[in-house]
């Protein structure tokens, strides 16, 4: 998966975002989901993966971000879709192994929805 396709999927559970805003506010200020998906636009992508490993570092896991978003899989490519998949089953766990990860179609589209 390109960055700009795991770009456009940070954008897209940047609803799941709910972490404590005092401190993200003092240390990177991008706290909200507007501003998180402003910031995926304009950040280099060595910033972008500073930010994910900060996140990580912080007790925000990837899974809980993806669950917390609750997008139905109607609006997700196939890629992301396998991504919502693997991150379900644990494969995905972190910011990092979401950044690391490749995405191969392993899994098919056979539910309508399920929250993860």
């Known amino acids: 998966m390109s960055i700009s396709n795991k770009k456009a999927f940070l954008k897209k559970i940047s609803g799941g975002m709910f972490i404590p805003s005092h401190t993200l506010e003092r240390e ?3 706290f909200t989901p507007a501003k998180l998906r402003t910031a995926v636009d304009t950040m280099t992508d060595p910033e972008l993966d500073d930010y994910l490993t900060f996140l990580d570092t912080r007790l925000v896991s990837f899974k809980r971000v993806v669950h917390d978003a609750d997008i139905p899989f109607e609006d997700l490519t196939n890629h992301e879709y396998e991504l ?33």
């Open 28 to 30: 990177h200020h991008l």
């Open 84 to 116: 919502s998949i693997r991150t379900k089953y644990n494969e995905i766990h972190s910011f990092r192994d979401f950044i690391n990860t490749t995405t191969g179609r392993r899994y098919t589209r056979g539910i309508k929805r399920v929250r993860l």
